[in-house]
């Protein structure tokens, strides 16, 4: 019970760290927020946070170069997003006007004016909404109304009823008025039929209101989850920037979610050319970030792996990967200790102790990871265990269908619930089915048995 509870616990510190990392990264890994270190008071402050501001200067101006070799760089580079605003290209253009001078007087005055002040959050609000109500007078003088707004004006607005005496018609009038023709009294008959009625048809393209279709729409992420994906775009360019971004094109990488899944936040991985222990905090679309673990030896040779203090990391780990072989990286099969009973000698306190390590791809199974079919596609392809035949339809080979090969391929000696469990995690089948509506759903007739909603 008390191993029950400390691995909630463990959890639940694991997710609240890795959003406070993320959250604190997006200010790290972005301008305007970047270059608050040049109002810092020491000199090497400002310049060790220049040379950063460098580093992600000459990153952002090298990838926008090489957007069109593929879709791919085009895709990390609006991923970064802030680029398209106006404010970080006059920072980064001030930058390398000044040759990246850390105390140029100029570069101070854009970020004192910009950040220097009262930062309450009364004082703070109150200048948001007074810039946002002079940028809706200033584009409210010039706007004409459009159609529907005239008309709605036009039927509202007490002008037309009340600013000079007028003879409004009676009923008698009214009647006159719309049996005098044939043709408009065919038309009020039709009044609000949606079928008789005719309506504008949307020119895709030429009106500003539709100006892609419906199938053309692209919908990101917005708020913390966008800044946080801008942060790990901004972070992989810069990690592969000297290799020209080859590795963003990598197959393992351009299906960026498979190099994800492999690095489930939660679990604890080892680099191997470092032989750098860490637990993964989560993975944003292009990278993942660990938090450093070391690794302490007990008396009776067992390992153990606690956290780093704080202090001691001084720069966030990411944790790139662009394949699934044994060259980089390695998932360190672990097991939690109570506090009471870790070897005296290492201190106390919570601890995991290592048992082995295995490769990123069983050890994502295990933890019961979800797989896109494409990645299940990728999977089988190079583990060599590609099916022939499925189960769908004319025998094509669905996604369950390479779940299961994966599964039977890397584990053939599971058992049948085990090797169960970690297909219906490949699916997305995260809730278990009772028996009994089983059973009540294999003796359905034929008509419903054909129904989508029951086959699902």
């Known amino acids: 019970e008390e191993l029950r509870v400390l691995e909630q616990a463990v959890v639940f510190a694991n997710e609240l760290a890795s959003n406070v990392v993320w959250s604190q990264l997006a200010r790290r890994y972005a301008l305007p927020a970047a270059g608050c270190v040049l109002l810092a008071e020491k000199d090497e402050e400002k310049e060790e946070g220049m040379a950063f501001l460098k580093e992600i200067t000459e990153t952002v101006l090298r990838l926008r170069t090489q957007t069109g070799r593929n879709k791919l760089l085009a895709e990390l580079m609006r991923d970064i997003a802030w680029t398209r605003e106006s404010l970080p290209l006059e920072m980064m253009a001030a930058f390398r006007q000044s040759e990246y001078d850390a105390h140029d007087p100029d570069t101070y005055d854009l970020m004192y004016a910009l950040k220097a002040g009262t930062s309450s959050t009364k004082d703070v609000l109150e200048s948001t909404f007074a810039h946002l109500t002079d940028v809706s007078k200033r584009h409210s003088k010039n706007q004409k109304m459009a159609f529907y707004s005239r008309w709605l004006y036009a039927i509202c607005a007490p002008y037309s009823k009340d600013a000079a005496p007028q003879f409004f018609p009676n009923r008698e009038a009214w009647l006159t008025y719309r049996t005098s023709d044939p043709e408009l009294q065919k038309v009020f008959g039709q009044i609000g039929n949606v079928k008789g009625s005719v309506l504008p048809e949307i020119q895709y393209g030429r009106d500003r209101r539709f100006p892609q279709r419906p199938a053309q729409i692209v919908y990101r992420h917005a708020g913390p989850l966008s800044h946080m994906k801008s942060a790990g775009a901004l972070a992989l360019a810069m990690h592969d920037v000297n290799n020209n971004f080859n590795n963003v094109q990598h197959s393992w990488l351009g299906a960026w979610d498979l190099a994800g899944a492999l690095f489930t936040a939660g679990g604890v991985f080892v680099y191997l050319p470092t032989f750098k222990y860490c637990i993964s905090l989560g993975f944003k679309k292009w990278c993942a970030v660990g938090l450093p673990?070391?690794?302490?030896?007990?008396?009776?040779?067992?390992?153990?792996?606690?956290?780093?203090?704080?202090?001691?990391?001084?720069?966030?780990?990411?944790?790139?990967?662009?394949?699934?072989?044994?060259?980089?990286?390695?998932?360190?099969?672990?097991?939690?200790?109570?506090?009471?009973?870790?070897?005296?000698?290492?201190?106390?306190?919570?601890?995991?102790?290592?048992?082995?390590?295995?490769?990123?791809?069983?050890?994502?199974?295990?933890?019961?990871?979800?797989?896109?079919?494409?990645?299940?596609?990728?999977?089988?392809?190079?583990?060599?265990?590609?099916?022939?035949?499925?189960?769908?339809?004319?025998?094509?080979?669905?996604?369950?269908?390479?779940?299961?090969?994966?599964?039977?391929?890397?584990?053939?000696?599971?058992?049948?619930?085990?090797?169960?469990?970690?297909?219906n995690a490949c699916m997305g089948r995260r809730k278990e089915i009772s028996p009994e509506l089983l059973q009540i759903l294999a003796n359905l007739d034929p008509e419903n048995e054909s129904d989508g909603l029951y086959k699902k």
């Open 293 to 423: 673990l070391k690794l302490r030896n007990a008396a009776d040779g067992k390992e153990y792996l606690s956290a780093s203090s704080l202090d001691a990391v001084a720069e966030p780990f990411f944790m790139h990967n662009f394949s699934i072989s044994l060259e980089s990286w390695q998932a360190v099969e672990v097991q939690l200790v109570l506090p009471c009973c870790m070897p005296p000698e290492l201190g106390g306190g919570v601890g995991l102790e290592a048992t082995g390590m295995t490769d990123l791809l069983p050890a994502a199974l295990k933890r019961g990871t979800f797989f896109t079919r494409e990645a299940l596609q990728k999977f089988t392809r190079v583990q060599g265990c590609t099916p022939t035949q499925g189960s769908g339809k004319n025998h094509g080979v669905v996604k369950v269908d390479l779940a299961v090969a994966l599964v039977k391929h890397l584990f053939p000696d599971a058992p049948d619930a085990e090797a169960t469990r970690m297909v």
